[in-house]
Nanobody, 124 residues
Framework: QVQLVESGGGSVQVGESLRLSCVASGSPISRHCMAWFRQVTGKERERVASVSSAGTTIVADPVKGRFTISKDNAKNALYLQMNSLKVEDTATYYC??????????????????WGQGTQITVSS
């Protein structure tokens, strides 16, 4: 079992930055495929970025060049640095984990462990 707790959400203006953190407990994230998802009410949860147990990162096209995913195995933590935020980035962001070999991909249904979510609101 992995317990995930996100933090760092909030309300910002267009063009500003935020950094999300996800602290894991119960199992080392070094053994897991870790990802950030986001969801807007009424829409499917979409994968924003992921990092494999080996550290290979994948970033979705809508946020490529603006968002960076990273992890610190020693702190058992996952991060999402979000720059140049846009109104369309407004969503609830979730940290997720699963045990899987690289690449770290898949829809939300393939991830076993989830955080509670943190809201990000970007306004113009």
């Amino acid at each position: 079992q992995v317990q995930l707790v996100e933090s760092g959400g909030g309300s910002v203006q267009v063009g500003e930055s935020l950094r999300l953190s996800c602290v894991a407990s119960g199992s080392p994230i070094s053994r897991h495929c870790m990802a950030w998802f986001r969801q807007v009410t009424g829409k499917e949860r979409e994968r924003v970025a992921s990092v494999s147990s080996a550290g290979t990162t994948i970033v979705a096209d809508p946020v490529k060049g603006r968002f960076t995913i990273s992890k610190d195995n020693a702190k058992n933590a996952l991060y999402l640095q979000m720059n140049s935020l846009k109104v369309e980035d407004t969503a609830t962001y979730y940290c997720a984990a699963k045990i899987a070999y690289a690449p770290c991909l898949g829809s939300s249904g393939s991830f076993n462990f989830w955080g509670q979510g943190t809201q990000i609101t970007v306004s113009s």
